[in-house]
């Protein structure tokens, strides 16, 4: 199956900083998504995202389905981007391969 | 959009005591069904799938078992628990078309002790 790869293992950072996060997949996909895990446990969707570029606020990602890589990208941090983000990918079958996640904290 | 309820968001249980964990999903038919184990030190296990009633597809084989007798419900069970069952479960749908990604429950975080 497809191996997926985080990078880095973990980040800290100051409130207001920008940060990349970045999804190395083995093979190609059909699916790549985003998630963020907040302190509660909860997995929150950000972005599905097999190829191209997205927004949302603070927040953008990129899949270069081609190099087999995805970047997420937060700008401006806050606290409350704290947290663990995850990136899910899937290729022939339906079942996605979790990375091990970048584990977040900012500092106010 | 499809929701997903999952409960109880928290549960302590003695060892060898019996389990049971629902998900339920609104907002969709005929969902893949999926539930995860999250240990400490956060990697993402999968344990079960299923593509349709009836239909349970296991992943890791250890002390439990998954149904789903209806079409938007998914029941994690263990007939006797043990010490390592301890972790964060998750439930999660997809789309069958799986244009749309993956959305997961809010958990329940198990603790045997």
């Known amino acids: 199956g497809i191996q997926v790869e985080q990078s880095p293992p973990d980040l800290i950072l100051q409130e207001g900083a920008n940060s990349t996060l970045r999804c190395n997949f083995s093979d190609s996909v059909n699916n790549l998504q985003w998630f963020h895990q907040n302190p509660w446990g909860q997995l929150i969707n950000l972005f599905y995202i097999p190829s191209g570029t997205k927004q949302n606020g603070r927040l953008s990602a990129t899949t270069v389905a081609t190099e087999r890589y995805s970047l997420l990208y937060i700008s401006s941090s806050q606290t409350t981007d704290s947290g663990v983000y995850f990136c899910a990918a899937s290729g022939g079958s339906y079942i996605p391969t979790f990375g091990r996640g970048t584990s977040l904290i900012v500092h106010p | 959009s499809q929701t997903i309820h999952q409960w109880p968001a928290t549960l302590v249980q003695p060892v060898g005591s019996p389990l049971s964990l629902e998900c339920t999903v609104e907002?969709?038919?005929?969902?893949?069904l999926y539930w995860y184990r999250q240990a400490a030190g956060r990697g993402l296990q999968l344990l079960f799938y299923s593509v349709g009633i009836g239909q349970i597809s296991s992943e890791v084989p250890q002390n439990l078992s998954a149904s789903r007798p209806q079409d938007r419900q998914f029941i994690l069970s263990s007939k006797k628990l043990l010490l390592s069952d301890s972790g964060f479960y998750l439930c999660a749908c997809s789309w069958k078309g799986g244009s749309y990604g993956y959305t997961f429950g809010s958990g329940t975080r198990l603790t045997v002790v």
């Open positions: 907002g969709t038919s005929n969902p893949n």
